[in-house]
């Protein structure tokens, strides 16, 4: 729990513009949202109040052959207008 509380504040204080969360298990990926939109730390960053969110499954975030598939799915999530797609990523 203390590294859990130690992430939180270090996030707190790089005010990210987005967030990646790891969709993996308990609580699930909507449930650290819901916990990112109601923590006195998080809930006035950048990405939250954005709702600048991006899941991605256990296998993408850990060292293996799915990073690559993550790298693309960042990629068109941070710049979509360089994938063709509108500036809101739809």
Same mark, same amino acid.
């Given at each position: ?8 504040? $270090?996030? $707190? ?5 987005? =967030?990646? =969360? #790891?969709?993996? *298990? ?5 449930? +650290?949202? /819901? &916990?990112?939109?109601? @923590? +006195?730390?998080? /809930? #006035?960053?950048?990405?939250? +109040? #954005?709702?600048? &969110? ?9 060292? $293996?052959?799915? #990073? ?5 799915? =960042? ?7 360089? &994938? $063709?797609?509108?500036?809101? *990523? @739809?």
């Amino acid at each position: 729990m203390l590294q859990l509380i130690a992430d939180v504040v $270090g996030v $707190g204080r790089a005010d990210p513009q987005c =967030i990646i =969360i #790891n969709d993996y *298990g308990t609580p699930t990926a909507q449930q +650290k949202e /819901r &916990f990112l939109e109601t @923590s +006195k730390i998080t /809930r #006035n960053l950048t990405a939250v +109040k #954005n709702r600048c &969110f991006l899941p991605l499954s256990y296998d993408e975030v850990t060292p $293996g052959p799915r #990073n690559a598939a993550a790298v693309v799915a =960042i990629a068109r999530w941070l710049h979509p207008a360089a &994938f $063709g797609l509108p500036a809101d *990523g @739809s």
